[in-house]
Each structure stands twice: as structure tokens, then as C-alpha cells.
């Protein structure tokens, strides 16, 4: 736990060497997402083709399981990194998942490790047991963290962003001094206010019903809005950096992680919160 960080907030986190090539490319990354959304994967076994070879220290797995939060290194560079599981209530932000961030944030946010989050959030959790152990509250409490804290981030869009919990991949604002934040996607990703087929099933319920074969109606809509969710649609508006290769994101993270830290060297010392 210590070796990732810094003596104290004065000080960088401490780079060590790699043997590792930070070039590496795992041509497996490229089928790593099923092709069919409903179907899981497992999460840590993408993250072991991507960051340094046996550098992944998880914090808190048996709380908030659907996030996972770890320390890990790019090219030697501790890191904090996040990421959905989709094994585990299909990844989505639950209360304990919303304090875990918020926690997480904090800790790398203190002493100075930028953030990787691997995002395939499908929003937040709902129902009458999500709100009574204020999942919404928490989720922005949450927010709160990500807003405040200044380190350099960077997400991998991976699959799904949707909703409150998919707007929390990262800051959108930032802070004095937030200079680094960047977001990347993989082909297989889609973002939106709602998932397209939830929301096609709730705008289209009549047209559906009414069609004479509602399975193939409902398909043709879903795959007509597919088309209009596509992330080189939001490449083309400078939404995010660039759409990549998922063998490719080593490279593109250990390139990355070099000038996190020049911002890092500028920003040491204590960090000052205004309340949530």
C-alpha cells in the first residue's frame, strides 16, 4: 500500500523502474467486450493486459463491489485506478459504490496519483431500496469528489455511460490547476441520458404494441438509434481526444501518464476542500 504513495503531500508519488513495455499491445483487448451488451466480462482480467504486470493492488473488493478502485502503475508511475464490474450488479452505482469513489477520490487527490477510470457504468441503481439508502445523494457526493479534485484523469470510455452515474466518469469542470483531464473510447463504447433499449421500450410502447411483429419493431428502432449513438459521432464534435484501439491503450495511458506527472510536480501539498 505504501510503495504507491509519496512520504507525505509534500512530495511525488514515487516512480519506480519497469520492465514492462510500455508499448505492449495485447491483440485480446480487441475482443475483450462481447459484442452482445448483455453479456459480462471480467474486469480485472482487461486491466492485467494493460497496466504494469502485477502492479494491481485493490482497495475495499469486498465493499461497493460493483466499482472497483486500486493502485496500480503505468510505465513505473503509481496511479489510481477505477472501473466498473459488470459481474456485479452489472456495474452499476450503488450507494456503497458512491462512498467508495468519493473515498478513493480523496485518497489520490491528497497525495497526488492520477486517476485512470475505465468506465462501462449503465446509471445509476433504482428502486424503493436504492432510495431509501440514498443512492442519489450519495452518487453526488460523490460528484462533489471528482469536481474537487485536481490531479490529472483520464477515462476509457469502454462500453456504456449513461445517466448520472455514466456523467461521473470524470470531471467536466475541474479545478484551478485541473489542466490534464482526458477522455478516451473504445469502439464498443455508447453514452447517452438512458440505455437505447430502455429507452426505445419506454418512447415507443404504443408503436410497438400496435406493430403486427413487436420483437422485430422493437429491433429496427433499437438499431436505428444505434447508429446515432455511435462514439465517432462525439470524436467528430471534439467530444473526446480519440476513439482507439483497445490493444492500443497501454501506449496511449503510459504516453499519457508522463505528462500526468509534470502536472503532478506542480501541485504539490496539501489539498483544501470546500464542503460537499
Known amino acids: 500500500f505504501l510503495s504507491y504513495l509519496p512520504r507525505n503531500v509534500w512530495h511525488v508519488p514515487p516512480v519506480g523502474p ?3 513495455d510500455p508499448l505492449r499491445a495485447d491483440a485480446e483487448l480487441n475482443q475483450a467486450i462481447p459484442e452482445n451488451r448483455r453479456k459480462a466480462y471480467r474486469i480485472r482480467d482487461i486491466l492485467a493486459r494493460i497496466l504494469d504486470h502485477g502492479s494491481l493492488f485493490e482497495m475495499s473488493r469486498q465493499f461497493g463491489g460493483s466499482t472497483l478502485t486500486a493502485f496500480a502503475r503505468l510505465a513505473g508511475y503509481p496511479v489510481g485506478v477505477m472501473a466498473n464490474d ?3 450488479m452489472g456495474g452499476a452505482m450503488t450507494h456503497q459504490a458512491a462512498q467508495k469513489i ?17 468506465a462501462d457504468q449503465p446509471g445509476l441503481m433504482i428502486g424503493p431500496e ?12 460523490a460528484a462533489g469528489a471528482i469536481e474537487q479534485a485536481a490531479v ?23 479545478v484551478d490547476g485541473q489542466s490534464l483531464n482526458h477522455r478516451f473510447a473504445w469502439p464498443s463504447a455508447q453514452w447517452g441520458s438512458i440505455p437505447i433499449e430502455g429507452g426505445v421500450a419506454a418512447a415507443y410502447r404504443r ?3 400496435a406493430a403486427a411483429g413487436p420483437l422485430r419493431r422493437r429491433e429496427e428502432l433499437e438499431a436505428r438509434y444505434r447508429k446515432l449513438a455511435s462514439p465517432f459521432r462525439t470524436a467528430e464534435k471534439f467530444g473526446i481526444v480519440d476513439i482507439i484501439e483497445p490493444a492500443e491503450t497501454r501506449a496511449v495511458l503510459c504516453d499519457w501518464v508522463e505528462d500526468a506527472y509534470e502536472v503532478v510536480r506542480t501541485q504539490l501539498g496539501p489539498r483544501a476542500r470546500p464542503m460537499r
Open 18 to 20: 519497469c520492465d514492462d
Open 86 to 88: 459488470p459481474l456485479v
Open 102 to 118: 468519493e473515498r478513493f477520490v480523496d485518497l489520490c487527490d491528497t497525495f497526488h496519483l492520477p486517476i485512470v477510470n475505465f
Open 130 to 141: 436504492a432510495e431509501a439508502a440514498g443512492t442519489v445523494p450519495l452518487a453526488y457526493r
Open 152 to 174: 490529472p484523469w483520464v477515462s476509457i470510455v469502454m462500453r456504456r455511460a449513461f445517466g448520472v452515474g455514466g456523467g461521473l466518469h470524470g470531471p467536466k469542470y475541474g
Open 207 to 209: 408503436d410497438i404494441e
